[in-house]
């Protein structure tokens, strides 16, 4: 007797679909995990207003508009000026320390969405006279997130949020240090934007672009699957230095996955970590 239960045809509609965009658009949404895929898709289907996965399908083939907004569903574009405070501060006083016996840094921001991590590290680094010395990449797959990051304009509405996570961030200065306001935005300076590159990457489908001192990859890799996972810490283990430093959200742990031995834990209540070299 076969007790094997069959997929559901929202399963099979649903992997069709990844499939579908992996092999006409090139983006791999494959091992991404299948509860949050499948949230974002039932959000799509509504604003697309289709009525299953596979209507969703036939138009994302037929109307290359579609995959573009279908994008912002399928990305997480969740973020704040020093989110997390606490991350900031450890980085300040436990990382940095560190940081500077290197005569030049290279810091990977992965997955950086609308580019505010990008510009708390660039603000911490200026803070404390890295900045200048310093290359910070910030890269994603959304190529209209990565348009908005470079702009580095944001809503004028954030900014007393922002302020108060870069107070608790352990922040030497004035956040409108770093800013300029107009009507109801704010723009940073252009000072902080050169020693940012922000480019197109996929942790499911790239390789290594270059060695690092610190990634930091925070509330992304609880969208992936065990293996995407464990290719993402592939790619981070290979781009660190020697005893280079990692960084992930409260929300993740190295704990429970194959690079549980790669990397030692640093500052265990803020989830930095340490590369572990072999022999």
Not at 111 to 120: K, P, V
Not at 128 to 148: F, H, K, Q, V
Not at 169 to 187: E, M, N, W
């Amino acid at each position: 007797m076969n007790d094997v239960t069959p997929p559901s045809v929202d399963d099979v509609e649903l992997r069709l679909l990844v499939e579908a965009i992996y092999h006409v658009y090139h983006y791999d949404f494959r091992r991404y995990a299948r509860a949050s895929l499948r949230r974002r898709m039932s959000a799509a289907m509504a604003h697309f207003g289709c009525r299953s996965l596979s209507e969703l399908q036939g138009r994302l083939l037929r109307e290359a508009d579609v995959f573009t907004e279908l994008l912002e569903y399928l990305t997480v574009q969740v973020s704040d000026l020093f989110r997390d405070p606490g991350y900031f501060r450890a980085l300040r006083e436990k990382v940095v320390p560190l940081l500077r016996t290197y005569p030049s840094l290279k810091i990977w921001i992965a997955g950086c969405s609308t580019g505010e991590e990008a510009y708390s590290m660039a603000i911490l680094l200026r803070e404390e006279g890295l900045l200048e010395r310093s290359l910070i990449y910030a890269t994603d797959i959304n190529p209209n997130a990565l348009r908005r990051a470079e702009a580095g304009i944001y809503d004028a509405a954030k900014v007393p949020d922002f302020t108060a996570n870069h107070r608790r961030s352990g922040g030497r200065s004035s956040l409108s240090d770093y800013y300029s306001a107009a009507y109801d935005r704010i723009i940073f300076d252009k000072h902080l934007r050169k020693n940012i590159v922000f480019s197109d990457h996929s942790l499911a489908t790239d390789s290594v672009f270059a060695e690092v001192q610190l990634v930091s990859c925070r509330n992304v890799m609880i969208y992936f699957d065990r293996e995407l996972q464990s290719r993402a810490l592939d790619l981070f283990y290979e781009a660190l230095c020697r005893k280079g430093f990692l960084g992930i959200g409260l929300r993740e742990s190295l704990r429970f996955s194959s690079h549980a031995d790669s990397f030692a834990e640093f500052v265990r209540e803020d989830r930095i970590y340490r590369k572990v070299d072999g022999e």
